[in-house]
């Protein structure tokens, strides 16, 4: 079992950038795929970026590639989110979660998730 902890949110203007960690306990944390998702007030928890358990392959949203970065330290047990020219659009609270299944390909649906994070608020004023 793993447990994962998310830190890095606030609050910024448009066209700034932050950095989210996700930092997991566990000696097996290089075994998992991880991704973030985000759920703005009234709207679906959505897929924003994964990274898999080898750190190989990354995939991206569409509404956020080429803006967000995603990698890994697995001596960290930590996984960021680097976020740039943010929109006000960005604006919702983000989870990391993490994936078991050893995976070659980003897992994108958020039911194949086996373990989450309590969240971090990103708000991103206009």
């Known amino acids: 079992q793993v447990q994962l902890v998310e830190s890095g949110g606030g609050l910024v203007t448009a066209g700034g950038s932050l950095r989210l960690s996700c930092a997991a306990s566990g000696r097996t944390f290089n075994s998992y795929g991880i991704g973030w998702f985000r759920q703005a007030p009234g709207k679906e928890r959505e897929f924003v970026a994964g990274?898999?358990?080898?750190?190989?392959?990354?995939y991206y949203a569409d509404s956020v590639n080429g803006r967000f970065t995603i990698s890994r330290d697995n001596a960290k047990n930590t996984v960021y989110l680097q976020m740039n020219s943010l929109k006000p659009d960005d604006t919702a609270v983000y989870y990391c979660?993490?994936?078991?299944?050893?995976?070659?390909?980003?897992?994108?649906?958020?039911?194949?998730?086996?373990?989450w994070g309590q969240g971090t608020q990103v708000t991103v004023s206009s």
């Open positions: 990274i898999t358990w080898s750190g190989r392959s990354t």
């Open positions: 979660a993490a994936d078991r299944k050893r995976t070659t390909v980003v897992v994108t649906t958020l039911g194949e998730y086996d373990y």
